[in-house]
């Protein structure tokens, strides 16, 4: 069979058992290729009938204002319902000080705000873009994976999931985080877009960007949240980016890929992983995404 | 591209992290960023076992606890590396991880007898139905690459082994710590003169589907007026009519992955349209011959839950998407990762096709009713 068929037909079915084993699902919609590709299966797996989920996203506060406008195009064009909640709002609820370092990254805040959405929206379900190509962490997580009512994920007690039955039966107060894409990597993300023919965000194809040069070569796409120091450098560059996320700690890759075919083409000259090459947040602990987890996270 | 779904089990220690770092290192899959990470936690040469052990747990421990889903491509195969641990505790993961593989890689040491946990593993295997078991004889780097080691694990290998009509031996010794016979031909084993282990995946034919099998299709839940399903067999046309019991159906109009289409082939997600959909459930099987009524089956299972004392309990059955609460008679004690046949009465029937029993293909869950955790699998047996 062939392996996008086979992806494309694996994600569907998640998306649908999830609309029939819970009550109030949820999609979390990021603005990334992840989650553009999640909406555009979730329209598949329900055609003709309308999408059974509201699209729930977690604002740094911090984000790009092409993953916004597309958004709300997105959105729009599709006649989706959506809720944003402010992680700064979170904050602030938990008098939790802005970061204070030179890239002041929102990311791991996000855990609070996605938690207060779940309580107060009784959201049972959140479907997520995660993948197990992305980390290690990830890599042994469930496709149904169980949160507490405190959304911990306890990764020593996690349900078997024999021949993808997927276990969404919970307690009240736990909710489940769903992972429809756990078994893509990024290239079949990439292949999978260009076969469906996906929109995204300019953001993921090379522009010019003044960009500020780090000492290891990163290259850090300028905006108004970094703590600029007098010994920094910015340069123009012609850049992408292959992730989306705040775009305070979202590295730029230098890129002249500029369709989805040239993209496919860097990818798979590329040595780097995805979060190595432009998350800065991650490459602070080996263990970083599993504490994060631990606690709530996506 | 094709997908190809291959486990790896071995007992611990026997190298079987290593070996999927090198299947990893060696087919150009790992990152230099990973590799840079895993060179310097291994001091100057890449510590391949580090690559899968994900969870902080295993990295203490230094031992592997749960099943981890690695990736690779060749030029024509993305294979998904089920990765799964070797204790005697965790059999239960090494169920779960293997019962959706096509190809199961079995590690054993060059260095030692073949232990009771392999027997397991084998014995995992059998029961599972898995069509293609690699027994790969690893650390021949430290036996001196001698073949009568080889032959001497293989007849420990045979004795135990009962493998299925339909299941294919393949037998490979090798080096994963070197690299010998993982995805590079051994210069060191001229005696050896069969694939590589990559080289045996590769060859591997594509699993045969049921096309020809009778269409049959499963309801998966009702929304806005249309039925949502999955062909479980067989290739569907819209101009079939379905049976289940006394009744039939007739489908008006298909949509296979979202998209409108007139047929579907197994594993399709499709959306019926038409008139008799409202009498559609979640749950129901419905074939191109009727299926059969199952209130009363045994089931062997693997254990998956805490152990339980002989007697008779309630538990939630799963088979695909239908649900019945069952009654699970327990004749003798029985523990976590046990594997034995049981005999349970459901609350109400299920649906099921003989053939597909035959063919080891009526799989179920339970789910234990307080907890909601998923406390055992496996595959039914016979239907009273
Ligand atoms: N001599 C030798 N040692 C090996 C080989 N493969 C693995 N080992 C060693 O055996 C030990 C256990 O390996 P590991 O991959 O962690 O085993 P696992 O518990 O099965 O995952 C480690 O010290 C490895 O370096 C091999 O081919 N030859």
Redesign the pocket.
């Known amino acids: 069979m062939d392996h996008l068929h086979y992806l494309e037909t694996e994600a569907i079915e998640i998306l649908r058992e999830t609309a029939f084993q819970f009550q109030r699902p949820f999609l979390l919609f990021s603005g990334g290729k992840d989650s553009i590709c999640m909406v555009h299966l979730a329209r598949l797996a329900f055609a003709p009938n309308p999408i059974p989920f509201t699209l729930l996203h977690i604002d740094t506060g911090h984000n790009f204002t092409e993953t916004l406008t597309f958004r709300d195009e997105l959105v729009l064009s599709m006649g989706l319902s959506i809720n944003v909640r402010s992680v700064v709002e979170a904050m602030r609820k938990r008098e939790i000080p802005e970061p204070k370092m030179k890239f002041p990254s929102r990311n791991a805040m996000q855990s609070f705000a996605l938690l207060d959405a779940i309580q107060e929206l009784n959201i049972d379900a959140c479907i997520g873009g995660g993948r197990r190509d992305e980390d290690k962490a990830r890599a042994k997580e469930r496709i149904f994976s169980v949160r507490n009512h405190e959304g911990t994920w306890n990764p020593l007690s996690q349900r078997p999931e024999p021949w993808n039955m997927l276990n969404g039966r919970i307690n009240p107060g736990e909710n489940v985080r769903v992972f429809p894409l756990s078994n893509w990597t990024e290239l079949d993300v990439w292949n999978y877009i260009q076969r469906e023919q996906i929109a995204l965000p300019s953001l993921y194809f090379a522009h010019e960007r003044l960009c500020l040069e780090l000492p290891d070569g990163a290259l850090m796409g300028y905006n108004p949240y970094v703590l600029l120091e007098s010994t920094d450098v910015l340069v123009e560059r012609s850049v992408r980016f292959r992730t989306i996320g705040d775009m305070t700690c979202t590295a730029a890759i230098p890129s002249m890929a500029g369709s989805v075919e040239e993209v496919i083409a860097e990818l798979n000259q590329t040595q780097l992983s995805e979060r190595g090459a432009t998350r800065l947040d991650d490459r602070i602990s080996e263990a970083g995404m599993e504490d994060r987890k631990r606690q709530g996270y996506f | 591209m094709r997908i190809l779904k291959v486990f790896t089990c071995?007992n611990?220690?026997?190298?079987?992290?290593?070996l999927l770092g090198r299947l990893l290192l060696d087919s150009d899959s790992i990152s230099v960023d990973i590799l840079h990470q895993l060179t310097e936690q291994g001091g100057g040469v890449p510590n391949l076992?580090l690559l899968t052990d994900g969870l902080r747990a295993e990295r203490s421990m230094g031992?592997?606890i749960d099943v981890a889903y690695k990736f690779f491509t060749t030029k024509h195969t993305k294979y998904i590396l089920v990765d799964t641990p070797?204790h005697q505790e965790y059999t239960r993961n090494m169920y779960a991880g293997a019962s959706e593989c096509e190809v199961a890689v079995v590690l054993i040491d060059a260095l030692k007898p073949i232990e009771a946990q392999t027997r397991k593993h084998l014995e995992i295997m059998e029961t599972l139905g898995i069509k293609h078991l690699i027994v790969a004889v690893?650390?021949m780097?430290?036996v001196g690459f001698e073949q009568a080691v080889f032959m001497e694990r293989q007849s420990e290998v045979n004795a135990v082994l009962n493998p299925l009509e339909n299941q294919h031996l393949h037998w490979i010794p090798i080096?994963?710590?070197?690299g010998e016979n993982v995805v590079v031909s051994s210069q060191a084993m001229p005696w050896y003169t069969g694939p590589t282990i990559l080289e045996c995946l590769e060859s591997i034919p594509p699993l045969i589907d049921t096309h020809s099998a009778l269409p049959l299709l499963e309801i998966q839940g009702i929304y806005e007026g249309a039925a949502y399903g999955k062909v479980l067999q067989g290739t569907m046309d819209v101009k079939n009519t379905w049976h289940r019991g006394t009744q039939s159906l007739e489908i008006k109009e298909c949509y296979v992955n979202g998209i409108p289409k007139a047929v579907a082939t197994p594993g399709d997600q499709v959306t019926l349209l038409g008139s008799d959909m409202p009498m559609l459930e979640r749950g129901q099987q419905w074939g191109v011959e009727a299926p059969l009524q199952c209130a009363e089956c045994t089931v062997e299972l693997c254990w998956m839950g805490v152990a339980m004392e002989p007697g008779t309990i309630e538990l939630i059955l799963r088979r695909g998407t239908a649900e019945r609460m069952a009654r699970v008679d327990f004749p003798k004690q029985i523990n976590s990762n046990d594997i034995q046949h049981l005999h349970m009465n459901l609350s109400a029937p299920i649906d099921v096709l003989m053939e597909r029993i035959t063919a080891k293909k009526e799989r179920i869950i339970l789910i234990d009713t307080q907890t909601n955790a998923t406390v055992a699998a496996g595959i039914i047996k016979s239907i009273a």
């Open positions: 071995g611990v220690d026997d190298g079987k992290s290593t076992a031992i592997t070797g690893n650390k780097d430290a080096s994963a710590l070197a």
